[in-house]
């Protein structure tokens, strides 16, 4: 069984601060060891339920934040970016049995997570076919496109939720609660173990029913920060310009979305 995992931080277990989530700044290294033993975690599940290879997208900021040597033998770990559309998806492919998302977040606007975000912090707003877009959303959708199920995910509370809702047989474990601008969590070790008993049970029961039924068209509107940024985008090919901070991107193939992010965001 080969088993792919995309991992973010600001979904890690009491994460709190955008300081904490970037290299160099109070409280990072801290939560860079809390980002590396969730997928550690993670992956000991997945080799418990039969895993050969667990491949590790490092998907968040530079791409350079799981400490290598403290993964087990048998990941792959795929660091930085290569600038491709797929983003924090890259490396996936159809021959991969299952998607886990590791230490996700809430989209922006969401009182789930004082980090909420998507994909860019200054994006005021993204819908997609009339439904508010996170990136467990868009990157879910990615992999349903490859006939690759989605089985785990771990976040804030809220998102595991509303990935309950999307994907019910997905198993989740919620590692943190948003509180207006402060979090809860349980300890650390605590969500550690649920995570690889989680994994374990996602990766044995049957999980190939985790996918998404994708719509026959994508409607996208991206609402950014300033005017200025939404008439540069609007250029983008077969994008419109809907309102002054409005952009409208349409196609029948969800990978021109992926474009569209890659180059108008």
């Given amino acids: 069984m080969k088993i792919y995992i995309s991992a973010d931080i600001e979904g890690v277990n009491g994460i709190t601060a955008w300081e904490e989530t970037s290299l160099g700044k109070d409280g990072y290294a801290y939560f860079q060891r809390q980002m590396t033993e969730e997928v550690r975690r993670a992956a000991i599940g997945a080799r418990r339920a039969g895993a050969d290879l667990v491949f590790v997208k490092d998907a968040h900021d530079e791409g350079r934040n799981i400490i ?6 048998y990941t792959v770990l795929h660091r930085g970016w290569e600038g491709s559309p797929e983003m924090m998806m890259e490396g996936l492919s159809p021959d991969f049995d299952a998607v886990l ?3 996700y977040h809430s989209g922006m606007l969401s009182s789930g997570n004082p980090l909420a975000h998507t994909l860019d912090p200054n994006i005021q ?12 959303l868009i990157n879910a959708l990615y992999a349903s496109s490859l006939n690759v199920p989605v089985a785990f995910l ?3 509370e809220k998102l ?4 309950k809702r999307l994907i019910p047989g997905i198993e989740t474990v919620a590692t943190v609660s948003g509180a207006h601008g402060a979090t809860v969590s349980r300890h650390p070790s605590l969500t550690n ?3 690889e008993e989680a994994v374990y049970k996602a990766l044995k029961k049957d999980f190939r029913k985790n996918i998404i039924p994708l719509p026959e ?3 996208l509107e991206v609402e950014y920060r300033t005017h200025k940024e939404a008439y540069s985008a609007s250029f983008f090919p077969k994008a419109e310009l809907v309102r002054e901070n409005v952009v409208r991107f349409e196609s029948e193939n969800f990978y021109d979305v992926l474009v569209f992010f890659k180059f108008a965001l």
């Avoid at 290598?68 to 033998?73: I, N, V």
């Fill in 154 to 156: 771990s976040g804030d």
């Fill in 160 to 163: 595991t939720q509303e990935a």
């Fill in 193 to 195: 173990q649920e995570m």
């Fill in 125 to 136: 707003r993204i819908t997609l076919n009339g439904e508010k877009a996170t990136e467990f």
């Fill in 68 to 73: 290598p040597s403290e993964l087990p033998e």
């Fill in 217 to 219: 068209r994508y409607v």
């Fill in 101 to 103: 998302f590791i230490g």
